[in-house]
């Protein structure tokens, strides 16, 4: 099987490799399989796993959002928990986005009287 090491996996993932740390020890990613020598291992199962939790935190979860939906899939509970809990999240969002866009409608406005 094919391994990474944790700059091979940052530079594959686009987070640093503090971040790759950081996810492990929270418990959103691993455990990642070490080397005789104690060295971080990432395979390609690990890389999905970060590209979820970078995707979802670009989207705004927070930690605990994020153990709690990891949490799901890990127990593999029933579809309609991941369901409510990305629909839940999809409105949150939905709502600042809105919010961003009242924002830059306001922004626009004053460029438009300072112009």
């Known amino acids: 099987m094919t391994t990474l090491t944790p700059a091979a996996a940052a530079d594959r993932t686009g ?12 418990g959103l990613i691993g ?9 971080r291992e990432y ?4 890389v999905f796993w970060i590209g979820l939790v970078t995707c979802f935190r670009e989207a705004g979860l ?7 939906f990891l949490a799901i899939l ?8 991941r369901v409510a809990f990305l ?9 600042r986005v809105a919010a961003l866009r009242r924002a830059m ?10 112009s």
């Open 15 to 26: 987070v640093s490799i503090d971040t790759l740390r950081y996810y492990e020890r929270e």
């Open 31 to 39: 455990p990642i399989q070490r080397s005789a020598g104690g060295r």
């Open 43 to 46: 395979t390609e199962d690990d």
């Open 62 to 68: 927070g930690i605990a959002d994020l153990k709690g």
């Open 74 to 81: 890990r127990a593999e509970r029933p579809s309609q928990d």
């Open 87 to 95: 629909r839940e999240h999809r409105a949150a969002l939905e709502q």
């Open 105 to 114: 409608e306001v922004l626009e406005e004053k460029i438009a009287y300072y």
